[in-house]
């Protein structure tokens, strides 16, 4: 790659950088793909281009896209785990647990200290029917990451499903006061809050 190929290479990446903070999806998208095709001998380039065009329809829930675009950059370097961790996202959102649980699993292999991967861990193991292990990683990330909503709320989800409604209600009240704008873990608390009195009124007509 001569100097001038360097220096149009960071320009594209740069213009591709800002599309997607603009919210411009479509023009990022464009960029990355012309990368595919102009430096297409050229591994690194097509190894970033694939993840972040991975990423992008992930982020677009276009999902079919997403997996084979992280999956060739999986191909291209198996040992980066945050694209392990996009491809478990990708299968957890399709119920596809034991793929998902591989995923995180390879993620936290290269990262064993990264709250994010170890929470995407205890999501996929509790939906896939083991709650013990699940609540015990989702515990470990947030340990690792004691002001990360996203863990709270997801803390606060697997709690209410097991009936644990007081420990449902102080993650999901944590997790809003973490994170006010979270628009996730404003709807969670809502639904916390919500269950609790039903399952108190049921308590309370089968007393009478």
Same mark, same amino acid.
């Given at each position: 790659?001569?100097?001038?190929?360097?220096?149009?290479?960071?320009?594209?990446?740069?213009?591709?950088?800002?599309?997607?903070?603009?919210? &411009?999806?479509?023009?990022?998208?464009?960029?990355?793909?012309?990368?595919?095709?102009?430096?297409?001998?050229?591994?690194?380039?097509?190894?970033?281009?694939?993840?972040?065009?991975?990423?992008?329809?992930? @982020?677009?829930?276009?999902?079919?896209? +997403?997996?084979?675009?992280?999956?060739?950059?999986? +191909?291209?370097?198996?040992?980066?785990?945050?694209?392990?961790?996009?491809?478990?996202?990708?299968?957890?959102?399709?119920?596809?647990? &034991?793929?998902?649980?591989?995923?995180?699993?390879?993620?936290?292999?290269?990262?064993?200290?990264?709250?994010?991967?170890?929470?995407?861990?205890?999501?996929?193991?509790?939906?896939?029917?083991?709650?013990?292990?699940?609540?015990?990683?989702?515990?470990?990330?947030?340990?690792?990451?004691?002001?990360?909503?996203?863990?709270? @709320?997801?803390?606060?989800?697997?709690?209410?499903?097991?009936?644990?409604?007081?420990?449902?209600?102080?993650?999901?009240?944590? +997790?809003?006061?973490?994170?006010?704008?979270?628009?996730?873990?404003? &709807?969670?608390?809502?639904?916390?809050?919500?269950?609790?009195?039903?399952?108190?009124?049921?308590? @309370?007509?089968?007393?009478?």
């Amino acid at each position: 790659m001569t100097n001038d190929d360097v220096s149009e290479l960071q320009s594209i990446w740069d213009e591709a950088r800002a599309s997607i903070d603009q919210g &411009d999806y479509d023009k990022a998208v464009e960029t990355y793909r012309y990368i595919l095709i102009r430096y297409s001998d050229e591994p690194v380039a097509v190894e970033h281009a694939n993840a972040y065009l991975g990423d992008i329809f992930l @982020t677009l829930r276009k999902l079919n896209a +997403a997996e084979n675009h992280i999956k060739k950059a999986i +191909a291209l370097r198996p040992e980066k785990p945050d694209y392990h961790y996009i491809l478990g996202f990708i299968c957890s959102i399709g119920c596809r647990w &034991d793929e998902a649980i591989g995923e995180f699993e390879k993620a936290l292999d290269n990262d064993p200290e990264n709250g994010e991967y170890l929470r995407g861990l205890g999501w996929a193991v509790y939906s896939s029917g083991d709650k013990t292990r699940g609540l015990s990683c989702l515990e470990g990330a947030h340990r690792l990451q004691p002001e990360n909503a996203n863990i709270m @709320t997801d803390l606060a989800v697997a709690h209410m499903s097991s009936l644990n409604v007081d420990r449902a209600v102080e993650y999901a009240e944590q +997790a809003v006061a973490v994170d006010p704008t979270n628009a996730v873990a404003q &709807d969670v608390l809502e639904k916390v809050r919500r269950f609790t009195r039903l399952l108190r009124q049921d308590g @309370t007509n089968e007393q009478a």
